[in-house]
């Protein structure tokens, strides 16, 4: 195995030291380090994360290939500086099955650009009727840990009482997509003033906020372990709030795109802006910013949704939900919080690994520790051009606004998956 000095570079913001790299871990850290045998790379300036870990990446992989694959997709973290992702469930045939997740464990391992985690669906086919075969995929060699029929909300109060209880006998989680879907028929984006001025149906805040509401009473109720995907309102904050103080057992994510852009954007009538949930006003953005700072909001994940160009250039209603975003959440988060490489390490590394407890990862480097790491350059500016991303789709909200930060390398044990910016196979 190869070993890399890197020297000057500052570990998580702190102040700049040398980081030695071998055998797969961080051998050492401390100023002056030498090894003649090491390839040096010069980090001065650059800022050392613990390797980041998307919670919620969708790689299409089975069935949608022509928008991404577990290769192509995992190419793209790594390049967005992640070292681990979790694959969602709805892929055709839906990864509802011990088969299906050893598949894309499979493939994930063979691309070895990241590790890939997948997650199981909760119900067969995504129908939100039966419930899937949670223990098999649980005992599978995926070692599935979290449950979710993301794209669809597990609607059934039932049902997802029952994935509650059977989850707890083994410490999983179950991931729900909130959307209460009979608020929500016919929904184009968020319903309020743009969506009246444009006269397309309203996808309401209450849809989400409900659904949480319910899941988090659930939840306690059964003892079980919740994590709400892409929160996107600033009623959802509050329901999380008082859910976390009463001591309820739920983690949250918001995506970089939730976070930046808003609703204003569907007056465009570009379909690069269609997302599920839609995107919503300033003052949820504004909540949702101040949660991901305190706490309430645990995380930051992609939400990476790649869609071929027929399903995303045509009309706005005919269009798929889903924006690309592996490689540019970094800049975003950058971009809305600011150089807390602190905070952006523990939310966009730290606590996505110990929601998911794969281990290994969201580590700050430090000697002994698995050398999954990624360096990043804040002071670099970017200009996002569609056709260079490693992505197999376009569909990124982001083409030609110039960004902040630059991944410079990322690290899977130890091994280079990006050196100089560029993906290194
Ligand atoms: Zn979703």
New binding site residues.
Partial sequence: MSSYLISNVSVVGAAPTDLLIRDGVVAAVGAGLTAPDATVLDGTGLVALPGLVDL?THLREPGREDAETVESGSRAAALGGYTAVCA?ANTSPVADTAGVVEQVWRLGREAGLVDVQPIGAVTVGLAGEHLAELGAMADSAARVRIF?D???CVADPRLMRRALEYVKAFDGIIAQ?A?EPRLTEGAQMHEGEVSARLGLTGWPAVAEEAIIARDVLLTEHVGSRLHV??VSTAGSVEVLRQAKARGIRVTAEVTPHHLLLTDSRAETYDPVYKV??PLRTATDIAALRAALADGVIDIVAT?H?PHAVEDKECEWAYARPGMLGLETALSIVLDVLGPQWDLIAERMSRAPARIAGLEGHGLDPAPGVPANLTLVDPAARRTIEPAELASRSRNTPYARMTLPGRIVATFLRGEPTVLDGKAVR
Avoid: K
Wanted: glycine share 8%; net charge negative.
């Fill in positions: 919620h969602m979710s993301d794209g669809h997509h959307e995907c892409h599920n949930p939400d949704a």
